[in-house]
């Protein structure tokens, strides 16, 4: 990219996202404010259809807002036209989604090896050694066939990092996980936050991991507010 970055994480002013045809407008995020900064971990809560998946298509400039601001490792995204905005994704944003959404027919280490095919960010990280970081370069020859659901989701989140991307967005990482697997994986995107100095944003339905995350907020009807699990809750 062109465009001077910074350490700076992500940045919401003000932003809000409307869809509709303005007659039956859905106000899908409403006027949110949120600043998630390098080497933390922020957990969104909420209940299905509040939001979150909205928050994350805004942050990640999948989807402009209908108004206010957002701002990406200190890009401004309202700056970019669409050939900036789809370098800055693919160089600066790591996305790890729910069923990990990997390729059939590649084995683990081309799984994470793939996103530096086309990313050019001058810093990747080595994908066997991430791959080793991540728990699995035992498995780095073996295909999704191959993996259970908490190795697939290892592998995305290692293909997800391997840019090295200021800014991580994660969608219900453990949906289809147990327990162990669910403490596992979110721990482990925990230690990369902060080790790695990544802002992460992750939503989830899942209370019982929420103790890994730096702060927690909860979504309702579009709003943003902070939000202190009990201890003990499971969800």
């Known amino acids: 990219m062109t465009d001077q970055t910074s350490t700076s994480g992500l940045i919401l002013e003000d932003v809000t996202l409307v869809h509709g045809d303005g007659e039956e407008d ?3 995020l409403d006027a949110i404010s949120l600043t998630v900064e390098p080497g933390e971990l922020v957990a969104v809560v909420g209940p299905s259809g ?20 957002v701002s990406v490792a200190g890009v401004d995204l309202a700056a ?10 693919r160089d600066h944003i790591g996305f790890v989604f729910q069923s990990a959404n990997l390729i059939p027919a590649l084995t683990a280490l081309d799984q994470v090896r793939l996103p530096l095919t086309f990313a050019d960010t001058g810093r990747p990280r080595d994908p066997a050694s991430l791959l080793d970081e991540v728990g699995m370069s035992h498995r780095a020859n073996k295909r999704p ?18 840019t090295n991307p200021q800014l991580l967005l994660v969608d219900e990482p453990t949906a289809a996980l147990d327990r162990q697997r669910s ?18 944003v992750m939503v989830t339905h899942d209370h019982a991991v929420l103790h890994h995350c730096d702060r927690v907020l909860e979504m309702t009807d579009g709003r943003l507010a902070d939000h202190t ?4 809750v499971d969800s």
Do not use: C, M, N, W
């Not at 400039?61 to 206010?68: D, E, H, K, Q, R």
């Not at 403490?183 to 992460?200: M, N, S």
């Open 145 to 162: 066939h191959q993996l259970s659901g908490g190795e697939r989701q290892r592998v995305g989140i290692a293909r997800a990092l391997v």
């Open 229 to 232: 699990p009990t201890a003990g």
């Open 80 to 89: 970019l036209d669409r050939r900036r905005l789809t370098r800055l994704r």
């Open 50 to 69: 509040s939001g979150k998946s909205s928050l994350l298509a805004v942050a990640g400039a999948l989807t402009a807002p209908t108004s206010g601001r």
């Open 26 to 28: 859905v106000r899908a």
């Open 183 to 200: 403490q596992e994986i979110v721990g482990l995107l925990a230690r990369e936050t902060h080790t790695r100095g990544v802002a992460t």
